[in-house]
């Protein structure tokens, strides 16, 4: 046996053990954010997540559903932060002990679309007449139907317009807004969205907005940590690096920054 055999195999238990107990390569953070489709489908996130990642390091995997089945994520322990839309309904969040504080962050408004025709008559900037108008028309008309914010403001508003039934021609999905979107171009029915996502639709057909600009069609977004105290797993510290960044200058300008077609999609207003 020659001498460099016998180094060897002196040497190999020696590389073993140092293979073993290399340290393993630093991994990326990552969190769960539970989010709406108006937010996925407009295409902010892949515009401003890649932002927060370049400032942070830090990863987010984006669950997006209605804000409804948002919450119900994050009221489970299965989200570290939260990216909504119903006002009403975080605040709930917020009391129950889910979340310990409520960020406000951005807004745009929704709007009212329909057949460039408008067979029942209700272009204008008066969402209650509108909708008073539909539910006499008995109009074909897409609900989401699925407790996303978008929905929720949708009760409101044929609340507001004393509408118990909305007629024949109402149809709930159960679908996110896009989807909605593409079932309202096809049957050639009305249908409420963010004009976010309607700004990004690809699919309009003969749709067009039809009713923009009444107050009560103001959009809030807000954002929320999940509370560790109810779920201690929940990585809150670098949940709450996000909202820091997202409501901070750089995160707002980020907001701002994203158009379609020259136009901006949502509004920063995060509280100073």
Same mark, same amino acid.
């Given at each position: 046996?020659?001498?460099?055999t ?9 590389l073993?053990?140092?293979?073993t107990?290399a ?8 969190i769960?954010?539970?989010s709406?489709?108006?937010?996925e489908?407009s295409?902010?996130?892949? +515009?401003?997540l ?9 990863d987010?995997k ?9 919450? *119900?994520?994050?009221?489970?322990g299965?989200?570290?932060v939260?990216?909504v +839309?119903d ?8 009391a129950?002990g889910?979340a310990?504080?409520r ?8 709007v009212?679309?329909?057949?460039? !025709? *408008? ?6 900037? *008066?969402i209650?007449?509108a909708?008073s ?11 989401r139907?699925?407790?996303?914010g978008t +929905?929720a ?22 679908c996110?807004m ?13 249908v ?15 749709l ?6 009444d107050?009560?069609?103001f ?7 999940v509370?560790?105290?109810?779920f201690? +797993?929940v ?5 709450q690096?996000?909202? !820091? ?9 980020t907001?701002?920054?994203?158009k379609?077609n020259?136009?901006?999609l949502f509004?920063?207003n995060?509280?100073?």
């Amino acid at each position: 046996m020659t001498l460099s055999t016998l180094l060897r195999r002196a040497a190999m238990p020696a590389l073993f053990v140092a293979a073993t107990w290399a340290a393993p390569a630093v991994q990326a953070a990552t969190i769960v954010m539970a989010s709406t489709t108006s937010t996925e489908q407009s295409g902010l996130f892949a +515009h401003l997540l890649p932002a927060f990642k370049k400032a942070s390091g830090i990863d987010i995997k984006v669950v997006a559903q209605g804000t409804g089945q948002a919450l *119900d994520t994050a009221r489970r322990g299965d989200a570290d932060v939260l990216f909504v +839309h119903d006002q009403v309904a975080e605040e709930k969040f917020v009391a129950e002990g889910y979340a310990t504080k409520r960020y406000p962050v951005m807004y745009n408004d929704f709007v009212l679309i329909g057949p460039a !025709d *408008d067979p029942a008559g209700i272009k204008g900037n *008066d969402i209650v007449q509108a909708l008073s108008k539909l539910a006499k028309d008995n109009a074909s008309f897409v609900s989401r139907g699925d407790k996303s914010g978008t +929905h929720a403001a949708e009760l409101r508003f044929w609340k507001a317009a004393g509408v118990e039934d909305m007629g024949k021609g109402y149809k709930a999905c159960g679908c996110g807004m896009g989807p909605a979107l593409n079932m309202a171009s096809s049957m050639g029915a009305y249908v409420l969205s963010d004009r976010g996502t309607w700004l990004s639709f690809k699919n309009p057909g003969n749709l067009k907005i039809l009713v923009e600009g009444d107050k009560r069609l103001f959009n809030q977004y807000g954002v929320m940590v999940v509370n560790p105290a109810k779920f201690p +797993h929940v990585k809150a510290k670098d949940a709450q690096q996000f909202v !820091d960044w997202v409501t901070s200058p750089a995160g707002q300008d980020t907001i701002a920054s994203y158009k379609v077609n020259g136009q901006q999609l949502f509004f920063p207003n995060a509280e100073k």
